[in-house]
């Protein structure tokens, strides 16, 4: 077997996933959204601050192996934001709650750093479908 080679690191992750979200959030903001496109964009979010979690977690215990513990902390610490919505999602998404969706993702955009490049939709949709990558069985 090969050596394991990654293309991005923890804080390319982050970037894009912050990117993602704050793309959604714009066009979300633009139009009311119901039913299977709300739950889509719920997973989306879901899955981005999973993302997000991941990298923040992976880079603190880097961190930490090489003994830098308050660093660690402190990266923690600044990135502690992720956690509200990601749990609050969580739990929507399992019990199939619309109605606090729109609550989290405004909770998530006042919380989300400012973004640094000028806002412009994406090509395509990338949120479309991830309510059924999320819970192939419903």
Same mark, same amino acid.
């Given at each position: 077997m090969g050596n394991i080679i990654r293309i991005t690191n923890p804080s390319t992750q982050r970037t894009q996933s912050i990117r993602?979200?704050?793309?959604?959030l714009r066009?979300?903001?633009?139009?009311e959204r119901t039913g299977e496109e709300?739950?889509?964009r719920a997973a989306f979010i879901?899955?981005?601050? !999973?993302?997000?979690s991941a990298s923040i977690d992976q880079t603190s215990l880097a961190w930490e192996k090489r003994d830098y513990w308050v660093k660690a902390d402190a990266f923690r610490r600044e990135?502690?934001?992720v956690? !509200?919505?990601y749990r609050t999602l969580m739990d929507c998404l399992s019990r199939k709650e619309v109605s606090p969706i729109k609550r989290i993702l405004q909770d998530l955009a006042?919380?989300?750093p400012p973004e640094k490049t000028p806002p412009k939709k994406p090509?395509?949709?990338p949120w479309s479908g991830s309510w059924k990558k999320l819970f192939p069985e419903t």
């Open positions: 993602m979200i704050a793309a959604m066009d979300y903001s633009e139009a709300a739950f889509d879901f899955g981005q601050l !999973k993302i997000l990135w502690s934001w956690e !509200k919505p006042r919380v989300l090509p395509i949709l």
